[in-house]
């Protein structure tokens, strides 16, 4: 399984960004797609992973409510939706797939993308 990100970049605190990761094909039954992101100086984290089979949505603490994770029309891809930003959200983020519902274990890695929040 390949993992393609995409998205990502510069953009002001309280603004709107998307990131969008597909793979190339669903890994195995009650797999999951989703994201981890590491900010200098500190440990990749969780943020969202979204499960095929009941479609369920998780979340960190630290995003929920302001970041949304969906499936991107049928396809086995994902894209996450970050609204109301804050520069606490600086980081590279890794798209990742392993078991459901909350990635843990990860299987795949894609590739990070920078995101940069200004302030």
């Known amino acids: 399984v390949q993992l393609q990100a995409s998205g990502g970049g510069l953009v002001q605190a309280g603004g709107s960004l998307r990131l969008s990761c597909a793979a190339s094909r669903r890994a195995f039954n009650n797999d999951a797609l989703g994201w981890f992101r590491q900010a200098p100086g500190k440990e990749r984290e969780f943020v969202a992973a979204?499960?095929?089979?009941?479609?369920?949505?998780v979340y960190s603490d630290s995003v929920r409510g302001r970041f949304t994770i969906a499936d991107d029309n049928g396809r086995p891809a994902v894209y996450l939706q970050m609204d109301n930003v804050k520069p606490e959200d600086t980081a590279v983020y890794y798209c990742?797939?392993?078991?459901?519902?909350?990635?843990?274990?990860?299987?795949?890695w894609g590739q990070g993308t920078l995101v940069t929040v200004s302030s």
């Open positions: 979204f499960s095929w089979n009941d479609r369920r949505a």
């Open positions: 990742a797939q392993g078991p459901a519902p909350n990635l843990p274990r990860v299987y795949q």
